[in-house]
């Protein structure tokens, strides 16, 4: 076990699995010479040298497809798009191509790639920047999308985005880079489809997914202070999406809160909420609650930016309502 | 068109009194206008508007006490004045800062009416050559944090109802609270909820299983596992059923009249009986029907007993009055309750002011609320606010018999049947026909001799009708 930050986490799963497999190869904007905007790889064009660490030009489209092409003839790339934003441009390759090659082929092809990207607000990037587009490949049948929340997952996942053999779009976030946490050492490959308890409780149930299971688990401590008992689940993978783990959650607690950094309508939360109306509408005894952005263009000004992002402020209001929505007096489940 | 609702203003907060309108019917309505001034058992606070509009309609009379989350207005466009609120599927954005459930039901037959909170934001998007959407919107919503806006934690929109808020054939209930009070047998309907606009919760099922333990026993099967210790209460508390025993399960109206009469226990009581010489009210009746007759009016004795003790409550204050703690609260209004006996239990609806109606109008007021409480239709608003009550058995040919008191209110009158009685008149015998009342009195309000008083003035007041009309 090594403490180490998620950014780490991602460096060295790549030179992990670009020492194991000569067919992995990274390609992007900046990431050879530069070493990533985000420094995600640094050191590894050195260490690997240019037929590993492509850098392209701002093409997203081009070198996405360059990557679909190479992987159906057996290399395994693992692309970094800039950020979520940017992969609008590459929109048509990731969803017509890469998430459908294998269906429409028959099953003769498959396109084990990886695309990193980072979405997320609060950098001051504005509007075009700042956006959470993952919902936008969740919707995608032939598309995995992981969005781990701390340095181990983001290890485990990365590597088993790697070497599965369908495209994976694994979400990072500008607010997780510097975060910190234990690593286990060794190869570690993750189960892309598993969501995990992150805290365990028995009052209300609060769902998240990358950056925001952090701010879930920061709130859950403060609630414990109080007397209740906040559950966080750890979405970990949107598509596949656990809804067993979402549903058993709120089987046990009775309570229900999604807490997204996505927008509120037609977001992660609403299926979230669906999931949990199909399966555990027996076991509720409060609406199932959504937390989520502000629905406008994000705005650049801090307090505004501040203001329009969902946080810890948010998440405990609505905790609140929701308890007091099921008169939670703090000696149920006990 | 959207209600607003009683809101929860404190933890403790389980009715409020709407003190005061400050904005009338038809008022332009701007989000944040203050709408009323509430009682609670605390403190007098505001009601705030919480969206932008006309007040259409105040659904509560100042002065009325309503469970939290009762609706006591509606705001709309100003178009559906005399629309029926019933009709309108319920839509509070009344949310208060600690009770911000809003339910969120657009008519179904008419969904672009009312836009969802989610819906409206968009419109931001779709004005991008606005000089500057996000100064213009996102600002103010996000520092007010209004759910109407964009607010970042809008509330979820209830599982829509097409039935109106005050059906009460099918109780607000969370899917859990159903679940176990279908696992235990309990009638939804039986339950008191303590959720927003009074959704039963777990809590309150399994409360309301600790409370009967008897109605837990017959179903020996059901899942233990969500109230072991509720179960486990039953066992011990409930008297041993044998098979030729039978449970039967009771309506809210029963759960909550047990509940009052509980109550009405502890109210120190006592209890004076008098005579009435019904031959002139009779003879009064018949004079004022006959008059009435065109209007399709036919005053009863009832009515007559509710005018009398309304006018003999206005002579004596000290009557229309409630123990408070440690003081008497003299009501300003007197509203009498009539006991109404229906299919699902005893009801108290209230008429108001029943001292400055005359005749016809308490009868007519009697025969609707009447078949307004045998309908179950009847609203809190039309059940609260007594001053005093008058039950009457006489036509089930009983002949005395004490009531008990409705609380806060002192009094309450037990009308007998008429029966004839033998007199002697300038000596000769003569048939009268004469019935008992019984005053049932809060020893804490009035002493003896000041309901004495009281009880003579209506029993004068009776057998002289007269002045029932003055």
Same mark, same amino acid.
Request: hydrophobic share 20%.
């Given at each position: 076990m090594t403490e180490m930050t998620y950014r780490q986490a991602l460096n060295e799963t790549l030179r992990a699995e670009l020492k194991r497999d000569e067919n992995v190869y990274l390609i992007g904007e900046e990431i050879g010479v530069f070493e990533g905007s985000y420094k995600i790889t640094a050191g590894l064009l050195k260490e690997f040298g240019p037929k590993r660490v492509v850098d392209t030009p701002i093409s997203e489209e081009g070198f996405t497809g360059v990557a679909i092409g190479s992987a159906m003839l057996g290399l395994r790339p693992v692309v970094e798009i800039m950020t979520i934003n940017f992969s609008l441009i590459a929109i048509d390759q990731i969803v017509n191509h890469a998430a459908k090659i294998r269906t429409m082929f028959g099953g003769e092809v498959s396109v084990p790639i990886v695309i990193r990207t980072p979405g997320g607000g609060g950098q001051q990037l504005a509007a075009t920047h700042s956006q959470n587009l993952e919902v936008w490949y969740a919707h995608i049948p032939g598309l995995k999308v992981v969005a781990p929340s701390n340095p181990a997952d983001a290890k485990a996942l990365l590597t088993a985005a790697i070497r599965d053999d369908d495209p994976v779009l694994f979400l990072e976030n500008l607010g997780l880079y510097n975060l910190k946490g234990d690593v286990p050492d060794g190869e570690q490959v993750g189960e892309i489809g598993t969501a995990a308890i992150a805290k365990e409780g028995t009052d209300i149930t609060v769902v998240s997914y990358s950056r925001g299971v952090v701010t879930a688990l920061e709130v859950a401590k403060e609630f414990a202070e109080k007397g209740v008992s906040v559950e966080v689940v750890d979405l970990r993978s949107l598509r596949p999406l656990d809804r067993n783990t979402i549903c058993e959650s709120v089987r046990k607690t009775s309570r229900a809160v999604i807490f997204e950094d996505d927008l509120l309508s037609y977001g992660i939360g609403a299926e979230i909420s669906a999931t949990i109306g199909e399966g555990a509408f027996d076991w509720l005894d409060a609406p199932v609650r959504r937390v989520a952005g502000a629905e406008v263009p994000l705005p650049y000004a801090k307090p505004l930016e501040r203001a329009a992002m969902p946080d810890a402020a948010d998440l405990t209001k609505v905790i609140n309502e929701t308890l007091a929505a099921s008169a939670f007096k703090g000696d149920q489940n006990v | 068109m959207s209600e607003v609702v009683m809101p929860r203003?404190?933890? =403790? +907060? *389980?009715e409020g009194e709407l003190a005061k309108w400050l904005k009338n019917e038809g008022d332009t309505i701007t989000k944040g206008d203050i709408l009323a001034e509430i009682e609670t058992d605390k403190a007098t606070m505001d009601l705030e508007a919480f969206e932008s509009g006309v007040l259409e309609k105040h659904l509560v009379e100042a002065g009325t006490v309503v469970p939290i989350g009762t609706p006591v207005a509606m705001i709309g466009d100003g178009s559906a004045k005399s629309e029926a609120p019933k009709k309108e599927s319920p839509k509070k954005a009344s949310a208060k800062k600690d009770e911000p459930q809003t339910d969120d039901e657009p008519a179904a037959e008419e969904p672009s009416v009312e836009k969802s909170p989610a819906e409206k934001s968009p419109e931001a998007e779709d004005q991008p050559e606005a000089e500057d959407p996000l100064v213009e919107k996102s600002p103010e919503a996000a520092s007010r944090n209004q759910p109407e806006a964009n607010a970042k934690a809008e509330p979820s929109p209830e599982? /829509? &109802? =097409?039935?109106? /808020?005050?059906? &009460? &054939? #099918? !109780? #607000? +209930? &969370?899917p859990l609270a159903r679940k176990i009070a279908k696992d235990h047998g309990l009638d939804p309907a039986a339950i008191t909820g303590? $959720? !927003?606009? $009074?959704r039963v919760v777990r809590a309150d099922v399994e409360a309301a299983i600790a409370d009967e333990p008897s109605q837990n026993q017959p179903s020996q099967n059901q899942p233990s596992q969500n109230s072991p210790s509720a179960s486990a209460s039953a066992v011990n508390v409930a008297a041993p059923l044998t098979g030729k025993d039978e449970v039967v399960a009771v309506n809210r109206i029963r759960k909550v009249a047990a509940k009052r009469l509980t109550e009405s226990q502890a109210v120190p009581h006592f209890f004076l009986t008098s005579i009435v010489s019904m031959e002139k009210l009779l003879a009064f009746r018949v004079d004022v029907n006959e008059s009435l007759e065109s209007q399709g009016i036919k005053v009863s004795v009832n009515d007559l007993f509710v005018r009398a003790a309304a006018v003999t409550l206005r002579q004596h204050p000290e009557a229309n009055s409630s123990w408070g703690d440690d003081a008497l609260v003299r009501r300003g209004n007197v509203n009498v309750g009539i006991a109404v006996a229906t299919d699902s239990g005893l009801l108290v609806p209230v008429i108001r002011n029943a001292d400055q109606k005359d005749l016809a109008a308490i009868s007519r007021e009697t025969v609707a609320l009447a078949a307004k409480a045998r309908d179950g239709k009847l609203s809190p608003d039309e059940m609260s606010g007594g001053t005093f009550s008058v039950s009457n058995l006489g036509m089930f040919g009983i002949d005395q018999f004490t009531a008990m008191i409705? !609380? !806060? *209110? /002192?009094g309450i009158l037990a009308v007998g049947a008429t029966n004839p009685v033998p007199m002697l008149r300038d000596g000769e015998l003569v048939e009268v026909p004469k019935l008992k009342i019984t005053l049932t009195v809060d020893h804490r309000v009035m002493d003896g001799a000041v309901a004495a008083g009281f009880l003579r003035d209506l029993v004068e007041n009776l057998e002289k009708p007269l002045r029932l009309i003055l």
């Open positions: - | 203003l404190s933890d =403790t +907060m *389980e599982p /829509a &109802s =097409t039935e109106s /808020a005050d059906d &009460s &054939s #099918r !109780p #607000r +209930m &969370s303590s $959720g !927003p606009q $009074g409705n !609380p !806060p *209110e /002192a």
